[in-house]
């Protein structure tokens, strides 16, 4: 059974969407690499040893685990599509949270934080992200630490370019916020297809 046939199979037997999420998102194989596991245990594996964390607790989310994007409506497509990284690691997510806290001493001065489209501070979009357990990388102020982030995510998309346009990832503080994130694309695709 495939991550699509598997996400429709809970969706008519009435399964809970965190429980749909844990099925296919923590148990089940990424689709992406299948035939490729030793590719994809280069990743987690470089991945656990930057941060220092067990590599269990480094996932893959995305259209790269399902083969289907359901916020884009569309396949994943190799060389194209991205490979999101969920990092769950309460420590980590702590660490960098208190890096934040302490460059922008106390979230006083917020200047350091990119601006959005519109050329505002997503400092605000950051804190909404926390509010979530979840830290976002491209959202953190500039800072040294930012600037390791993205060399080490650069380095590691240009090593494995062929499958995927870049790697990135997000640190959550626990299973429970990662699967209410990721619960958000099982109601949207099943909001889809009661349509």
């Not at 280069?42 to 359901?70: R, W, Y």
């Not at 999101?84 to 934080?113: H, Q």
């Not at 499958?163 to 695709?189: H, V, W």
């Amino acid at each position: 059974m495939n991550h699509l046939e598997s996400i429709d199979l809970g969706l008519e037997s009435t399964t809970p969407y965190n429980e749909i999420v844990r099925k296919v998102y923590l148990a089940y194989p990424t689709k992406v690499f299948e035939g490729k596991e030793e590719q994809q245990y280069q990743i987690l594996n470089e991945i656990s040893c930057f941060f220092d964390i067990p590599i269990m607790s480094v996932q893959v989310a995305g259209s790269a685990k399902t083969g289907h994007s359901f916020h884009k409506k569309r396949e994943f497509i190799e060389g194209k599509s991205d490979l999101d990284v969920a990092i769950i690691d309460a420590n980590l997510y702590r660490i960098y949270m208190e890096k934040v806290f302490k460059i922008t001493k106390g979230y006083s001065i917020i200047s350091g934080f990119p601006l959005n489209k519109d050329g505002i501070s997503v400092f605000e979009e950051y804190k909404s992200y926390l509010n979530r357990g979840i830290f976002r990388a491209d959202l953190m102020p500039s800072s040294e630490f930012r600037k390791a982030w993205n060399k080490f995510f650069g380095k590691l998309s240009s090593k494995h370019g062929d499958t995927f346009r870049k790697i990135d990832a997000g640190i959550y503080m626990s299973q429970c916020f990662f699967e209410s994130k990721q619960r958000s694309a099982i109601k949207l695709y099943a909001d889809r297809r009661a349509v």
